[in-house]
T-cell receptor, first 117, second 115 residues
Framework: AQKITQTQPGMFVQEKEAVTLVCTYD???????LFWYKQPSSGEMIFLIYQGSYDQQNATEGRYSLNFQKARKSANLVISASQLGDSAMYFC??????????????FGPGTRLSVLP | SQTIHQWPATLVQPVGSPLSLECTVE??????LYWYRQAAGRGLQLLFYSVGIGQISSEVPQNLSASRPQDRQFILSSKKLLLSDSGFYLC??????????????FGQGTRLTVV
């Protein structure tokens, strides 16, 4: 069963507007971590933000925030004030508590975000 | 600070030729190391991971192998490349004190085209 689902293969957003990238996950482990990565056309994966399953507050990092809805198993990435440089592929990923070595660092299929001028 | 180097950036190889991709990490000791493959327009597939020198775990049986001859060096190899080996290969590392909140850090990637 797929553990990470990203239902938006591609999205467009106008520059300076906010955008939400959707991620849902599936796990039976009470301890897990959720990550978002950005992959620009150059190919490297850039870590953006992390949310732990026991964290009480939604994570924020600059213009990035994570809308964590535990009961819905949802971890959406919100980018505020989009910039042209935000155009990239975005991947949601998860690590479970039972994962001792990162071998089960599971990635979703990604969402391609295009920011329009 | 920690850095990860991966080379070459691009590679075009004929079918049946050998492959060697190298990845090194600086600024940390005993990292967990990973090789991922990303097919065009798709997510990441974990190929191998290593928690120490000489310790390699394979996630997907295929035409590739990995080795870790030194603490911070991870090599992806093949004796004979197949067309299906084409893709984007990413090396990554994470802290040895691995917990759910431990992110993975990625190299620049190698775009391999088998012709």
């Amino acid at each position: 069963a797929q553990k990470i689902t990203q239902t938006q293969p591609g999205m467009f957003v106008q520059e300076k507007e906010a955008v939400t990238l959707v991620c849902t996950y599936d796990t039976s482990d009470p301890s897990y971590g959720l990550f978002w990565y950005k992959q620009p056309s150059s190919g490297e994966m850039i870590f953006l933000i992390y949310q732990g399953s026991y964290d009480q507050q939604n994570a924020t990092e600059g213009r990035y925030s994570l809308n964590f809805q535990k009961a819905r198993k949802s971890a959406n990435l919100v980018i505020s004030a989009s910039q042209l440089g935000d155009s990239a592929m975005y991947f949601c990923a998860m690590r479970e508590g039972r994962d001792n070595y990162g071998q089960n660092f599971v990635f979703g299929p990604g969402t391609r975000l295009s920011v329009l001028p | 600070s920690q850095t990860i180097h991966q080379w070459p950036a691009t590679l075009v190889q004929p079918v049946g030729s050998p492959l060697s991709l190298e990845c090194t990490v600086e600024g940390t000791s005993n990292p967990n190391l990973y090789w991922y493959r990303q097919a065009a327009g798709r997510g990441l597939q974990l190929l191998f991971y290593s928690v120490g020198i000489g310790q390699i775990s394979s996630e997907v049986p295929q035409n590739l192998s990995a080795s870790r001859p030194q603490d911070r060096q991870f090599i992806l190899s093949s004796k004979k490349l197949l067309l299906s080996d084409s893709g984007f290969y990413l090396c990554a590392w994470s802290s040895p004190r691995s917990r759910v909140g431990t992110e993975a850090f990625f190299g620049q990637g190698t775009r391999l085209t088998v012709v």
